[in-house]
């Protein structure tokens, strides 16, 4: 029989695992995924990984974060899932929009091939025209960053009906490359019964039973629950699943998501790999994984950093920056302890009831009014007490409009975004932005390089990362994501009253030195705003430079002392 359709197929070489998850969402699967990568990474294989979400927008820029979670910026300017993130960090890889695959983004291009005529009047189906979209981008994912081995991580529930031709589409595949270059493993929830005293399994059951209901058989099972699963559990649900006792494995709850590799490596997660992959058996290399739990674990120090945010009552929505602390803390060998402030319940006056208990104020990313005010503040207390600051996107707007009112003069500085009428829209949109229409058109969004002065903090920072440059300073780049600016046209007023600019977007036309990517206040122990986002390039042995510097920082505010660093 001829097939009214080509099938696709991936690379020859390459190999390819499918991580599902089952019972409930938000177990993890996006951690078992990266810890898995991290453990192939370990052994020297090329790794990449592609996060399927069956929602049917089209990314999740356009989202709230209270919906799901932070919005994670890829070099290439993506707007994607926050696992994306996750696998950066943990497989310590750069990642691009191929890697965030949605159902909008499958349709979308299935409905403008079939108007321009690219399926030969065919009528077009899930089977075999929107399977083979979603085929061709994981294979595509894998080619284009030359992998031996790509992770694809369906995400949702086993069941729910939008995950359905995804799950077709993986199905497929295994028959596409062959059995030996698939694997599949499910991670599902084992509740604990406290009145029974014991795990239930049938959860589990009904899950691997449903996903077999699409033509899956799972080769592994991670089993989510808050204590090691006991040997008896795991043989029981081996028997009853299919699955072989030595491929399933217990992924109980960690004290350190960077801890979850380690203990999956210890139950033999790689014996399996290896095997049904038909891969090398290769020592990993884990000391820097080793160190940095050990750090986790027992820190020399600690500090405690306040910040200032609208979504403080959804900490997904600041993930990348929370990790970012984190690894700054390793750096410094010392404990980030977080307190969430909601910036609408900072009150009036000098806010030292809401900031006096900590070694250093970080004001995060957003969009919108609300609680813009108690940002302010948190900026303006910050500078006038002498404590470590970090504004990052808006946090340096906010620094930009507090020093324009109280140190430049400039009464009722603000953002147009804020206040349309400001007399001194010291924040503003470019003229260029205000005629583009459609929402995330008007974004500066991916990488964007940014110029850094001779003689600045921010130099200092980026000592280790700079190559040499010409006597105006070196280039580094960080990923964007915000629409409003520096106002051009104050910005040599704000300079004027001691404000440092001390990195500039070179290249820009019509824009002088160019916009502006950062400031500083000289004579303060640490004061520093970026208009980019470096919470997004930050890895475990690659921690940001600037959260590096500030938690240093925060470090010697609260010892009395300067302290070494790691990295």
Same mark, same amino acid.
């Given at each position: 029989?001829?097939?009214?359709w080509?099938?696709?197929?991936?690379?020859?070489?390459?190999?390819?695992?499918?991580?599902?998850?089952?019972?409930?969402?938000?177990?993890?699967?996006?951690?078992?995924?990266?810890?898995?990568?991290?453990?192939? $990474?370990? $052994?020297?294989?090329?790794?990449?990984?592609?996060?399927?979400?069956?929602?049917?927008?089209?990314? =999740?820029?356009?989202?709230?974060?209270?919906?799901?979670?932070?919005?994670?910026?890829?070099?290439?300017?993506?707007?994607?899932?926050?696992?994306?993130?996750?696998?950066? $960090? @943990?497989?310590?890889?750069?990642?691009s929009?191929?890697?965030?695959?949605?159902?909008?983004?499958?349709?979308?291009?299935?409905?403008?091939?079939?108007?321009?005529?690219?399926?030969?009047?065919?009528?077009?189906?899930?089977?075999?025209?929107?399977t #083979?979209?979603?085929? %061709?981008?994981?294979? /595509?994912?894998?080619?284009?960053?030359?992998?031996?081995?790509?992770?694809?991580?369906?995400?949702?529930?086993?069941?729910?009906?939008?995950?359905?031709?995804?799950l /077709?589409a993986?199905?497929?595949?295994?028959?596409?490359?062959?059995?030996?270059?698939?694997?599949?493993?499910?991670?599902?929830?084992?509740?604990?019964?406290?009145?029974?005293?014991?795990?239930?399994?049938k959860?589990?059951?009904?899950?691997? =039973?449903?996903?077999?209901?699409?033509?899956?058989?799972?080769?592994?099972?991670?089993?989510?629950?808050?204590?090691?699963?006991?040997? /008896?559990?795991?043989?029981?649900?081996?028997? @009853?699943?299919?699955?072989?006792?030595?491929?399933?494995?217990?992924?109980?709850?960690? #004290?350190?998501?960077?801890?979850? *590799?380690?203990?999956? /490596?210890?139950?033999?997660? =790689?014996?399996?790999?290896?095997r049904?992959?038909?891969?090398?058996?290769?020592?990993?290399?884990?000391?820097? !994984?080793?160190?940095?739990?050990?750090?986790?674990?027992?820190?020399?120090?600690?500090?405690s950093?306040?910040?200032?945010?609208?979504?403080?009552?959804?900490p997904? %929505?600041?993930?990348?920056?929370?990790? =970012?602390?984190?690894?700054?803390?390793?750096?410094?060998?010392?404990?980030?302890?977080?307190? !969430?402030?909601?910036?609408?319940?900072?009150?009036?006056? #000098?806010?030292?009831?809401? @900031?006096?208990?900590?070694?250093?104020?970080?004001?995060?990313?957003?969009?919108?009014?609300?609680?813009?005010?108690?940002?302010?503040?948190?900026?303006?207390?910050?500078?006038?007490?002498?404590?470590?600051?970090?504004?990052?996107?808006l946090?340096?707007?906010?620094?930009?409009?507090? !020093?324009?009112?109280?140190?430049?003069?400039?009464?009722?500085?603000?953002?147009?975004?804020?206040?349309?009428y400001?007399?001194?829209?010291?924040? #503003?949109?470019?003229?260029?932005?205000?005629?583009?229409?459609?929402?995330?058109?008007?974004?500066?969004?991916?990488? !964007?390089?940014? $110029?850094?002065?001779?003689?600045?903090?921010?130099?200092?920072?980026?000592?280790?990362?700079?190559?040499?440059?010409?006597?105006?300073?070196?280039?580094?780049?960080?990923r964007?994501?915000?629409?409003?600016?520096?106002?051009?046209?104050?910005?040599?007023?704000?300079?004027?009253?001691?404000?440092?600019?001390?990195?500039?977007? *070179?290249?820009?036309?019509?824009?002088?030195?160019?916009?502006?990517?950062?400031?500083?206040?000289?004579?303060?122990?640490? @004061?520093?705003?970026?208009?980019?986002?470096?919470e997004?390039?930050?890895?475990?042995?690659?921690?940001?430079?600037?959260?590096?510097?500030?938690?240093?920082?925060?470090?010697?505010?609260?010892?009395?002392?300067?302290?070494?660093?790691?990295?």
């Amino acid at each position: 029989m001829v097939l009214p359709w080509a099938p696709v197929s991936g690379h020859k070489e390459t190999r390819y695992v499918f991580v599902t998850g089952g019972v409930v969402s938000s177990l993890g699967k996006g951690i078992a995924t990266s810890s898995i990568g991290t453990l192939l $990474r370990a $052994r020297g294989y090329r790794v990449t990984a592609v996060k399927i979400d069956p929602y049917i927008n089209v990314d =999740a820029g356009t989202m709230r974060p209270y919906e799901h979670g932070e919005v994670f910026v890829t070099d290439d300017g993506a707007e994607t899932d926050l696992d994306i993130g996750t696998y950066e $960090r @943990f497989l310590d890889v750069d990642l691009s929009r191929r890697n965030n695959l949605t159902t909008g983004q499958v349709y979308l291009a299935v409905i403008q091939k079939e108007r321009q005529g690219a399926y030969l009047s065919q009528t077009v189906q899930v089977i075999p025209h929107v399977t #083979d979209e979603i085929k %061709a981008r994981i294979y /595509e994912a894998g080619e284009a960053a030359n992998a031996e081995i790509v992770l694809v991580e369906v995400g949702g529930t086993v069941g729910d009906i939008e995950s359905l031709p995804f799950l /077709e589409a993986i199905r497929q595949i295994r028959f596409e490359v062959g059995r030996e270059r698939t694997l599949y493993i499910h991670v599902t929830l084992l509740p604990y019964l406290g009145a029974a005293e014991e795990y239930k399994t049938k959860p589990t059951q009904h899950s691997v =039973a449903t996903l077999r209901g699409v033509g899956i058989q799972p080769d592994g099972l991670i089993l989510r629950s808050r204590s090691p699963v006991p040997e /008896e559990a795991k043989a029981k649900i081996a028997l @009853f699943t299919n699955v072989e006792a030595d491929a399933v494995f217990s992924a109980y709850d960690a #004290d350190h998501v960077y801890a979850v *590799p380690e203990m999956l /490596e210890g139950q033999g997660i =790689a014996r399996l790999l290896e095997r049904q992959l038909a891969l090398e058996r290769v020592t990993p290399e884990l000391r820097v !994984w080793q160190e940095a739990v050990r750090i986790l674990r027992q820190p020399e120090r600690h500090v405690s950093i306040g910040v200032v945010g609208k979504y403080v009552a959804m900490p997904d %929505a600041y993930l990348s920056l929370m990790e =970012a602390l984190k690894h700054a803390g390793i750096a410094n060998r010392a404990r980030v302890d977080i307190d !969430w402030v909601s910036a609408e319940e900072v009150t009036n006056g #000098d806010a030292g009831d809401a @900031f006096d208990a900590y070694d250093g104020i970080l004001v995060p990313g957003g969009f919108g009014v609300r609680g813009i005010e108690g940002k302010v503040r948190a900026a303006r207390y910050a500078r006038e007490r002498g404590i470590p600051y970090l504004g990052i996107c808006l946090g340096l707007q906010v620094a930009v409009i507090e !020093w324009a009112r109280h140190v430049a003069g400039l009464g009722g500085a603000n953002s147009t975004e804020f206040d349309p009428y400001t007399p001194h829209p010291v924040i #503003d949109l470019m003229p260029e932005q205000l005629e583009v229409d459609g929402l995330g058109g008007t974004m500066r969004l991916g990488s !964007w390089p940014m $110029r850094i002065a001779r003689g600045t903090l921010l130099e200092s920072l980026y000592a280790n990362r700079l190559e040499a440059g010409s006597r105006d300073g070196v280039t580094i780049s960080e990923r964007h994501r915000h629409r409003y600016e520096v106002n051009p046209a104050y910005v040599d007023a704000l300079k004027a009253a001691g404000l440092v600019v001390s990195g500039v977007t *070179p290249g820009m036309e019509g824009r002088g030195e160019g916009l502006v990517e950062a400031i500083e206040i000289s004579g303060h122990p640490f @004061f520093l705003g970026l208009q980019s986002h470096p919470e997004f390039t930050s890895r475990l042995m690659r921690p940001s430079p600037p959260f590096t510097g500030f938690i240093r920082s925060a470090v010697e505010r609260r010892q009395g002392h300067p302290v070494d660093v790691m990295v």
